[in-house]
């Protein structure tokens, strides 16, 4: 089966710019999650959808990130403006549901605020 | 709140010998216990995890972690590296019977194999 497919996979930006990120999960898989991961730590949750609707966004910086899960299928983040913190990999993960359910990860989009 | 402590950054071994990444975890309640590893620009993949049943648990490629309560420990071990074991790991923690909990990551241990 098809995994987790993420572009761009590597993305450029002068800060105060704006920048999106897209995601397709796994199909058939109801519950979608976006990390950032920065540069020696790991992977901090920003936002997880099952189907279409939030479970979980308290450690996403609502006054510059956004993310929807339009038809509970596909999946944008989108950061504006960017701030050079923002430096950092994006990874997108699908699973069939939450809790116990194995997370599978795609390849990340590494995000550089110049 | 959970979380995990991953002690040493770095750790190398020779090709052949043992590998031990230690992970520690802190926990309320009843943990689930999970072990990642991460290749250069990829993705993280599930290596094991412990969800309350055996306590030696086995995963992939030839990695298996045990879960000491008494400890508060989750380490991964392998008997014999390969140098396809260079990589980064992460051990992860979210609790039991919680649901759509979200996993909490340690900062990650990068393993090198010395030919």
């Known amino acids: 089966e098809a995994g987790v497919a993420q572009s761009p996979r590597y993305k450029i930006i002068e800060k105060r710019q704006s920048v999106a990120f897209w995601c397709n999960p796994i199909s058939g898989h109801a519950t979608l999650y976006w990390y950032q991961q920065i540069l020696g730590q790991g992977p901090k949750l920003l936002i997880q959808?099952?189907?279409?609707?939030?479970?979980?966004d308290s450690q996403l910086p609502k006054d510059r990130f956004s993310a929807e899960r339009l038809k509970g299928v596909d999946s944008t983040l989108k950061i504006q403006p960017a701030k050079l913190e923002d430096s950092a990999v994006y990874l997108c993960?699908?699973?069939?549901?939450?809790?116990?359910?194995?997370?599978?990860f795609g390849p990340g989009t590494r995000l550089t605020v110049t | 709140a959970q979380s995990v402590t991953q002690l040493g950054s770095h750790v190398s071994v020779s090709e052949g010998a043992l590998v031990l990444l230690r992970c520690n975890y802190s926990s309320s309640v009843p943990p689930y216990l999970f072990w990642y590893v991460q290749y250069p620009n990829q993705g993280l993949q599930l290596l094991l995890k412990y969800t309350s049943a055996a306590t030696l648990v086995k995963g992939i490629n030839g990695f298996e972690a045990e879960f000491k309560k008494s400890e508060t420990s989750f380490h991964l071990t392998k008997p014999s590296a390969h140098m396809s074991d260079a990589a980064e790991y992460f051990c992860a923690v979210r609790r039991a019977n919680f649901g759509n909990e979200k996993l909490t990551f340690g900062t990650g241990t990068r393993l090198t194999i010395i030919p």
């Open positions: 959808f099952q189907n279409n609707g939030v479970v979980d």
């Open positions: 993960a699908s699973s069939l549901g939450g809790g116990g359910y194995e997370q599978y």
